[in-house]
């Protein structure tokens, strides 16, 4: 018999919340995220606004916050959901050998020197010229980059920080398979505890691209919506008249842990992790394969390896962008996949109020779909006014949904083709 996987310890901290409790009571609301941004001035640019975390602190969650002043938010989000993860598992303050204790995270690119970069390469272009002179730039860059501070722009540099703050030696690893990074991370970190390489995973992901180069690269992409004039209402997925989606920030983390090393030590199981699914789409860089084959197999797979069928599932996370080829895409693959059930089970998106976090979007989703389990409560999709006919589920539009159910199904599809799909099971011992 393989090992079972229970999740005993979430974190959050996202633009809708610093905890899974808030960001839950804040999606079941219908509360959005989505202002101008404040980070830098994006008045010149295509999209001015974004989802962003505030009111953070990092002090508030580690005592010793200073040391990490060089780091990226992406690190610092992080270390705190990490923070409350482990201290929602009990995890905190178990001394002696950590060694099957392990981290997997999925990560993006962290901090960079915007500023630094573009006045340099402005300055060493001769006047009347349109290319730089590139000795001149590197030589200023050389005076002017902070070295600890560039290290940071490594995308191994959060999970390194986690396994060393909170001393968990055992198994390592990071992955940037963008959109969907941090939910192949669980899955992947639940691998590593049904195999029996670890007892315990503190799995998830952060991000933050709301930068000029993270804007500038997705409104080249033409992926990013550009509803200036109404922001709050600019992620509608599912809906006709979308037209991108919008960039978000955060970290998500759980605690995986084998069934039964949690119940030796009397931990609280919050939920088990059942299914786990992941392909390629193998198409295109920016685009889902338009029959959704790859995220077809991909659901699939998740229900083979929960021992599911289609109709088990009371609950549908899904990836849904608010992108015209994702929307439709995703929605033919749910039909697919569950048949007739397809229009009768429940399927909302948190991004329509979170916005997309990216590599941390999935672990959010997952919360959210565990709480949802919880509470007999399903999230509902906001701004979805103008139905799109080759959208036609159930997307539970604009309020929040009482419902029962034992099984949810989260989706993470991300640029590149990758697809994961995650089953979260209510505990059942």
Do not use: W
């Not at 950590?98 to 915007?114: A, D, K, P, T």
């Not at 037209?243 to 931990?267: C, N, P, Q, S, Y």
């Not at 029959?291 to 197999?297: N, P």
């Not at 949904?401 to 199904?409: P, S, W």
């Amino acid at each position: 018999m393989r090992r079972r996987v229970v999740i005993t310890g979430m974190g959050v901290i996202t633009p809708l919340g610093h905890s899974p409790a808030e960001l839950f009571a804040s999606v079941v609301a219908g509360r959005t995220a989505v202002a101008p941004i404040a980070h830098f001035d994006a008045r010149t640019f295509p999209t001015t606004f974004a989802s962003q975390v505030s009111g953070f602190d990092l002090a508030k969650y580690l005592p010793d916050a200073a040391k990490f002043r060089n780091c990226g938010v992406n690190t610092k989000y992080a270390l705190a959901a990490a923070k409350q993860a482990l201290a929602d598992a009990g995890l905190l303050e178990i001394k002696g050998d950590r060694s099957r204790m392990g981290v997997y995270l999925g990560s993006g690119e962290g901090q960079e020197n915007f500023e630094a970069l573009t006045t340099s390469i402005a300055k060493a272009t001769p006047a009347g010229e349109r290319t730089a002179n590139y000795h001149a730039a590197a030589a200023l860059l050389f005076v002017r980059l902070n070295g600890p501070q560039e290290a940071e722009a490594e995308m191994y540099a959060p999970s390194g920080y986690l396994a060393d703050t909170f001393g968990l030696d055992g198994p390592f690893a990071s992955c940037q398979t963008a959109c969907a990074a941090s939910s192949q991370a669980i899955g992947e970190a639940g691998e590593m505890i049904r195999t029996g390489e670890a007892d315990v995973m503190l799995a998830g992901g952060s991000h933050s691209m709301i930068t000029p180069t993270g804007i500038t690269g997705f409104n080249r992409l033409t992926a990013l919506s550009q509803r200036n004039d109404s922001p709050a209402t600019a992620s509608r997925p599912f809906d006709l008249t979308r037209d991108g989606f919008v960039i978000g920030e955060g970290a998500g983390l759980v605690v995986l842990e084998e069934l039964e090393h949690a119940k030796a030590r009397g931990a609280t199981i919050i939920a088990e992790l059942t299914g786990y699914g992941s392909t390629a789409d193998a198409f295109r860089m920016t685009d889902p394969h338009p029959e959704g084959k790859g995220a077809i197999r991909c659901m699939a797979n998740a229900l083979a390896d929960a021992g599911l069928n289609a109709a088990d599932i009371g609950y549908i996370n899904a990836h849904g962008t608010s992108t015209q080829a994702n929307d439709a895409a995703e929605t033919a693959a749910i039909k697919a996949v569950f048949g007739a059930h397809a229009y009768k089970v429940p399927v909302s998106s948190s991004k329509s109020m979170l916005g997309h976090l990216i590599a941390a979007a999935g672990v959010a989703e997952l919360v959210i779909s565990v709480m949802a389990i919880q509470k007999g409560v399903i999230p509902p999709t906001i701004n979805l006014e103008t139905p799109d006919p080759a959208c036609d589920l159930d997307y539970v539009p604009h309020q929040a949904r009482e419902v029962r159910f034992r099984h949810a199904l989260s989706n993470s599809f991300g640029f590149g083709g990758q697809n994961i799909a995650l089953v979260a099971s209510a505990f059942k011992g």
